[in-house]
């Protein structure tokens, strides 16, 4: 049985290295979201493993014991080795309940009415402060080594954590300057904002350690110029969010509810999506009324309409992705959809299959991989981030 890294910082509540067994024994209480939860949600099963490891991981399933891959590894740092780090913080994923594409704007972004929801497939950032020195960089970062396609991870200004320090610095002036060590569990070009959510954990953190200088309002406007999708990770976890996407409204938190995570071996380019949609601007897409949609989710998620605007374009460009939606489909899931602008396809609820072999034959039909999640929420409390209390 594999084991999770759970890093904290000296003096918090929690251990260091705790065993797995031990996470979902908490992971099994209803309701809140601990550090523990959080952490044992994260099973990425079978990230296109080899067959060995694959059967070995659905024998531990069947046993009924689980294991996790892709954590937070060695907690080496190569710039600061063993050094604690000051903050360690998560950032989760998200997934797009309904997504409406309203009518393509003038400056050729398409206007849009969405709720989004937190899951909790999260990366782990590790933060250092060091103090003023004009001669050195105001940020850096560097990628954990077991980092998920870490080969293809930036670790200069065009990685969007950096452009989020670099933001943060200029916006606010301060001279601190802070060394980010990313650890990636969520796959990119997958439609669930990961990306966007650690530049967002990385304003927050910056401003933390900074005690504070800016509010969050001021965080939600600086992230917009950045992408539409980081804003929301300011949001508690649940936001309709309008807009290019960066107009959040906080809404009820909804209920804990099991969801899949199905990502394809192959990503999809969100302006290629967008492009393949073909509106011309000031050209408007009919559908279903956004407030009716949000209204119908929060009276019930399985009995909410769930739609994607985008799914339309997305098969277009990778009509292989229709077909894992259809396989899904059958296995009797409560909601099947594309998020956001994919390739990840996500299910509500559980299969009425019986037994775990249905990911095994996903897997290998799909080369997909496949991720146990739950809906995540932030506390109410701005000074904190996900996943703490
Ligand atoms: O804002 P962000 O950088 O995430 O957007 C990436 C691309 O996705 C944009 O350049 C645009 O092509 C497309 N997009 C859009 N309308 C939105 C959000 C994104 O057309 N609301």
Redesign the pocket.
């Known amino acids: 049985m594999g084991a999770i890294h759970l890093r904290q910082r000296p003096g918090s509540r929690l251990q260091h290295h705790a065993p797995l067994a031990l996470i979902l024994l908490s992971c099994v209480a209803p309701g809140g979201h601990s550090l523990q939860t959080f952490a044992a949600q994260q099973r990425p099963w079978l990230r296109n493993a080899p067959a060995s490891s694959r059967s070995s991981h659905l024998a531990a399933l069947a046993a009924n014991t689980a294991f996790a891959e892709g954590t937070s590894g060695a907690e080496y740092s190569e710039r600061y080795g063993n050094k604690a780090p000051a903050l360690t913080l998560q950032a989760p994923s998200k997934i797009n309940l309904f997504l409406r594409i309203l009518r393509?704007r003038e400056d050729?972004?398409?206007?849009?009415a969405s709720l989004f929801q937190a899951v909790s497939l999260t990366d782990t950032l590790d933060f250092w402060v060091e103090g003023a020195d004009s001669s050195k960089p105001i940020c850096s970062m560097e990628v954990s080594p077991d980092s998920v396609g870490r080969a293809g991870i930036p670790t200069d200004e065009t990685n969007l954590v950096m452009r989020a320090l670099k933001l943060f610095a200029d916006k606010t002036g301060t001279k601190q300057r802070v060394h980010c060590r990313l650890h990636k569990n969520a796959p990119a070009q997958a439609g669930l904002g990961a990306g966007?959510s650690d530049a967002a954990t990385a304003m927050h953190a910056a401003n933390r350690l900074a005690g504070f200088p800016a509010t969050q309002q001021q965080l939600i406007e600086w992230s917009a110029e950045?992408?539409?999708?980081i804003s929301f990770f300011f949001s508690r976890g649940t936001a309709y969010c309008t807009?290019?996407?960066?107009i959040i409204e906080n809404v009820p938190p909804l209920p804990d509810t099991p969801c899949f995570l199905v990502k394809p071996a192959d990503g999809l380019s969100?302006?290629a999506v967008?492009?393949q949609l073909g509106l011309n601007k000031g050209q408007a897409l009919d559908g279903p009324d956004p407030r009716k949609l949000l209204a119908d989710f929060q009276a019930s998620v399985t009995g909410g309409t769930f739609l994607n605007d985008l799914e339309p374009p997305a098969f277009a460009v990778m009509p292989k992705l229709d077909k894992l939606r259809m396989d899904l489909k059958a296995l009797g899931f409560d909601a099947v959809m594309m998020s956001g602008?994919g390739s990840t396809i996500f299910c509500i609820g559980r299969p009425t299959v019986a037994g775990a072999a249905w990911k095994e034959d996903i897997v290998q039909k799909h080369g997909a991989s496949i991720f146990e999640v739950r809906f995540c929420q932030r506390s109410p409390n701005e000074q904190l981030w996900y996943n703490e209390a």
């Open positions: 393509k050729g972004y398409h206007e849009l966007s950045l992408g539409s999708d807009g290019r996407g960066e969100t302006p967008f492009k602008s």
